[in-house]
């Protein structure tokens, strides 16, 4: 499956834009997704240069790149926007980063520093004309100290970056998560080593448990959805991480 519709209504539609069916990407596995809200695109976490090609072609199905008027960026990894040289190219959208990154992602061949919106440490949010609206709600230290999580009123559906992410064998990645307890294996190693401690996940669980929350979609590995995305807040509040099982 190229595209998978995660939710649609009335001129509001939330893509995930699919998986490497070439077995040609390198590096960690990642998803990307795509908001088309009457007609016009928000981008979330468009990937490395080694997936523009397959999430290009993708898109375009949906969307002409010109109509992408925003690209959202949950921090500063290479994995997230590595592509945005390219992505500056082919569309017209300004990039919502934290403020923090704004100076290192210039790294990434892109010359025109106009086109960065950047996201105070508080967070902040984007109304598209049709008045429905996303908030950029603070993930600090999950695991980017400048880092960000979007949650699309609308539909309910929170992208959390890296956080949620799993990391299966090449290929073998399901779309959804289907036996959580399964699951959570794939979960551990991530979340163990980049979190640096217990601590920012209990500020943001405060955070995040107060939204109408139907879906989590993070960057890496597969979707909560129905009762695994309760299963999910549970599990990731109790894990140990970071300093808490370093010896440093
Ligand atoms: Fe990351
Ligand atoms: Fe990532």
Known sequence: MAVEVLHEEKDHTFFWLGKDESGLEEGVQANQYLIVDGGQGLLIDPGGFGVFSRVLVNLSHHIDPQSIRDIFLCHQDPDVGGSLASWFEMTPACVHVSELWIRFLLHYGVNDVHRFRGIPDGGGSLTFPSGRKVDFIPAHFLH????????DHSSGILFTGDIGAAVYPKGQTPTFVTNFEEHVRYMEGFHGRYIPTNQVIQ?????????????????????????????????IGGIRCGLETMNL
């Open 203 to 235: 500020a943001w669980l405060a955070r995040v448990r107060k939204l109408p929350v139907r879906m989590i979609v993070p960057q890496h590995g597969s979707i909560f959805r129905e009762e695994s995305v309760g299963k999910f807040f549970e599990w």
């Open 144 to 151: 980017s100290p400048g880092n960000f999580h979007l949650f």
